[in-house]
Nanobody, 115 residues
Framework: QVQLVESGGGLVQPGGSLTLSCAAS????????MGWYRQAPGKERELVAL???????TYADSVKGRFTISRDNAKNTVYLQMNSLKPEDTAVYYC?????????WGQGTQVTVSS
């Protein structure tokens, strides 16, 4: 059973930066696609960024040019570097792992962008 643990959320002023981390247990990380999703109050969960096992990345239009997803297979960890944060980026951010028939979610980490 895969477990994901997110960290790095917090309160930041508009224009600031945060880096989220998601550490995965088990041995399938390097074969997995990893994603960051977010859910704001009253809204549906939405995709923020994906990174395939081979390193190809995909971003939501709303974060292109501001967020960067990366992975370190040696550490079983995926990162989300968030720059130029806006109040509308405020949400709970979730990490997701997908590999063949396996799908796992982290517990979420709160990101609040406010002055």
């Amino acid at each position: 059973q895969v477990q994901l643990v997110e960290s790095g959320g917090g309160l930041v002023q508009p224009g600031g930066s945060l880096t989220l981390s998601c550490a995965a247990s088990g041995s399938i990380f390097r074969l997995s696609s990893m994603g960051w999703y977010r859910q704001a109050p009253g809204k549906e969960r939405e995709l923020v960024a994906l990174i395939a096992s081979g390193g190809i990345t995909t971003y939501a239009d709303s974060v292109k040019g501001r967020f960067t997803i990366s992975r370190d297979n040696a550490k079983n960890t995926v990162y989300l570097q968030m720059n130029s944060l806006k109040p509308e980026d405020t949400a709970v951010y979730y990490c997701n792992l997908r590999a063949s028939s396996v799908s796992a979610w982290g517990q979420g980490t709160q990101v609040t962008v406010s002055s």
